[in-house]
């Protein structure tokens, strides 16, 4: 058993500080507890009072018949850390901290923390908290939290298990799950993740027989790589994560020297990981729950597509539209069911075909048969029917009835509103998915697809891709490598960079240029000039040994007050632009990016990025996500670009930066030149800034 799932069924708890009286906020952990029947022992701890919901109190920790399992501390602040001290001493190993008033304060709150760390640590005391609400364990019924939702009739225990940082919204989503009917295997608010985290709790998830799907409430991953664990165990056991993340704000400023640093903010960091892990991404918390809900109970996506079934030809466009637009396919359907429908429909209802109007004449029992027929349809993966205006009751019934047969999913989109809406219970008691708009009916079924072939994908990745990163020896410096040093370490890793010299200054660029052959490009190199256009530091398509030496002497001007390394004159090479980088996320850690090249991409954000390491595959979806380099497969007659040797050279900077490990800062390759197929690509810039250390680098 881990040390959460442990955590979540304590066989006694001690409540340090609850009230005497049960109507106080304070006292609503013992309440929840009390009302839904926990089978410990439960220990009020309260120097004033002998006695407290029909329960014997204890003045101390220290005067409890037995240590108990779990001590839950709901004291002021100054009272928090002599209370922890006494755990410590009597052996007491769970501590569940709901005080706020530490690590998310100031200086001094943080302080405080740390010291309640350090008693923690050195005790072995597992910490939930501070500042959070609690946790409610529905399958042994444990509802041992501040937050209301702790109080709802009755705990519905289930497959979804939730984790949250935010305890108000963790009850919410347990109060919404439950008015629906959705069960729930526990629910974990970790607050200031003293001790537990959120990524722990996905460990807990993905390991808990009881759990199907997870609901997460992110405000901020304290613990990137043990979080990118954790969700990757999650979608090797077959369990959807989803994810609100809230604090979407931008963070790219603090690699402003390098394209890349600027295109991969925090949020950008974020959404890399949750899309190379199968993370659904919802936006409210009415979608958390309902998308979450539907994946917890339902485990047969809709590969192929669904059929819709309406008795409104509005309806049916309009859910026809959601589902389309989410990439979830309407085939024709098979001709045995196109004939069994006209079967059973009356004359005037013309629309046989997927999406399917029936007409709001239909009868009940003829409704049921058209979406048994449909349910058997060999072309479909699943049904939709919305509800608009039938005798709800009876409708909900006979859907019901179909969906308990089918082995497809049966998917109610309920339209109507008070009216009807007594049917809505019914289906929720029965388990059949019910969404109230298009929006999140096509959303849910989405994930389900999507959540399917981010799990196949990620069961045939291979361990690595391509060669092993080679061992490099990097200088002892901070900041931007010289030119020639960051391009012997991009050359080791097997990046091809476009024939060139470096050379001191004008006349050695003209003979430099004789040798290359041209036309040329010629730039300034300066560890800080990273944007040589916006400088004036960059001269193309120069075709005389004079051109050359005039513009050297022009670009030397330009950029006077840099720190010069010379001039770099290089072959001029042609072809689609493309940019390839990598920046270091605190959270995550190394993440490659791509875009185009030049500055589009930083203009138009028209960019894809993945945590490190990648596969080919990977890359090359990458690369299908770029809306601008959709003319890598040829455009208006030109030829298709030479897409396999950019994925090459895309390993080679995943590469370079798996060589420099720890030392890397960010990697800017703008851009990499792709010639037509066969023709090769080639990086024409190259930018390596590192963190200062010294020796051999690499993981």
């Not at 959460?4 to 409540?15: G, R």
């Not at 994810?243 to 931008?250: F, P």
Request: charged share 20%; proline share 6%.
């Amino acid at each position: 058993m881990s040390r959460l799932a442990a955590f979540l069924e304590p066989k006694s708890i001690a409540i340090v500080g609850c009230p005497s009286d049960l109507g106080r906020p304070g006292a609503r952990p013992l309440v929840h507890l009390l009302k839904h029947g926990y089978a410990g022992r439960i220990y009020p701890v309260n120097a004033r009072h002998a006695e407290i919901g029909g329960l014997r109190a204890y003045p101390a920790l220290s005067a409890l018949p037995e240590p108990p399992d779990m001590a839950w501390v709901g004291v002021p602040g100054p009272d928090v850390e002599p209370v922890l001290e006494e755990c410590a001493r009597l052996g007491i190993r769970n501590a569940v901290i709901l005080t706020a008033g530490f690590g998310e304060t100031d200086a001094a709150g943080k302080a405080r923390q740390q010291r309640l760390r350090r008693i923690a640590d050195e005790a072995g005391i597992t910490v939930l908290g501070p500042n959070m609400l609690g946790f409610i364990n529905c399958w042994t019924r444990v509802p041992l939290t501040f937050s209301p939702a702790g109080g709802i009739d009755r705990l519905i225990p289930g497959a979804l298990g939730i984790a949250s940082q935010s305890g108000a919204l963790g009850g919410i989503v347990v109060n919404r799950a439950m008015d629906r009917s959705i069960g729930v295997s526990a629910m974990v608010s970790t607050g200031n993740e003293l001790g537990i985290t959120v990524s722990e709790c996905l460990e807990h998830f993905a390991d808990d027989p009881r759990t199907g799907a997870v609901a997460l409430v992110a405000e901020g991953i304290r613990d990137g790589a043990r979080f990118r664990a954790a969700a990757a165990r999650l979608l090797e056991a077959g369990k959807p994560l989803v994810a609100l993340k809230v604090g979407r704000s931008r963070a790219g400023s603090r690699n402003a020297l390098t394209h890349t640093g600027a295109l991969a903010g925090s949020h950008e960091a974020w959404r890399a990981v949750a899309r190379q892990l199968g993370i659904v991404e919802v936006d409210t918390l009415e979608d958390l729950v309902e998308v979450a809900g539907f994946l917890s109970r339902e485990r047969r996506p809709p590969r192929r597509g669904v059929a819709v079934l309406t008795t409104s030809g509005g309806a049916s466009i309009m859910m026809a539209d959601h589902l389309e637009a989410r990439g979830l396919a309407l085939p024709r359907l098979a001709s045995s069911t196109v004939e069994a429908i006209g079967k059973l429909l009356p004359e005037y209802a013309v629309t046989r075909d997927n999406p399917v109007d029936v007409t709001a004449g239909l009868s009940e029992e003829l409704f049921e048969q058209v979406l048994a027929t449909l349910a058997r349809d060999p072309e479909v993966d699943g049904v939709v029917t919305t509800v608009t205006g039938a005798r709800g009751v009876e409708r909900a019934r006979n859907i019901a009835r179909v969906a308990r047969e089918a082995d497809r999913p049966v998917v109610v989109c309920w339209l109507s509103g008070s009216l009807t809406d007594a049917g809505v219970p019914i289906l929720d008691a029965e388990g059949v998915a019910c969404f109230r708009s298009p929006r999140t009916t096509s959303a849910a079924l989405a994930a389900a697809r999507s959540f399917a072939a981010a799990r196949a994908a990620w069961l045939r990745r291979p361990g690595r891709a391509g060669r092993p990163a080679p061992a490099v020896i990097v200088p002892d410096l901070e900041g931007a490598l010289p030119h020639a040093v960051a391009a012997g370490l991009a050359r080791r890793a097997g990046l091809a960079m476009a024939p060139g010299a470096l050379v001191a200054g004008p006349a050695g660029a003209a003979r430099a240029a004789r040798r290359l052959g041209f036309p040329v490009a010629l730039k300034v190199v300066a560890r800080d000039l990273a944007h040589k256009t916006e400088a004036g530091a960059l001269a193309l398509d120069l075709g005389s040994a004079a051109e050359v030496r005039r513009a050297g002497a022009r670009l030397l001007a330009a950029t006077r007050g840099h720190r010069i390394d010379g001039l770099l004159v290089q072959r001029m090479v042609r072809g689609i632009e493309v940019l390839a980088g990598v920046t270091r996320d605190p959270t995550f850690g190394p993440l490659l990016v791509l875009g185009a090249g030049g500055v589009t991409a930083e203009a138009l954000g028209d960019t894809s990025v993945r945590p490190l390491p990648v596969t080919r595959g990977e890359i090359r979806e990458m690369l299908t996500e770029i809306r601008s380099l959709g003319v890598l497969g040829g455009w208006r007659g030109a030829p298709p670009a030479d897409v396999p040797a950019l994925v090459a050279a895309v390993e080679a900077v995943a590469r370079l930066a798996a060589a420099l490990g720890d030392r890397l800062e960010a990697i800017d390759v703008n851009p990499i030149v792709v010639g037509p197929r066969g023709r090769g690509a080639r990086a024409v810039d190259l930018l390596v800034q590192v963190r200062r250390g010294g020796g051999r680098a690499g993981q």
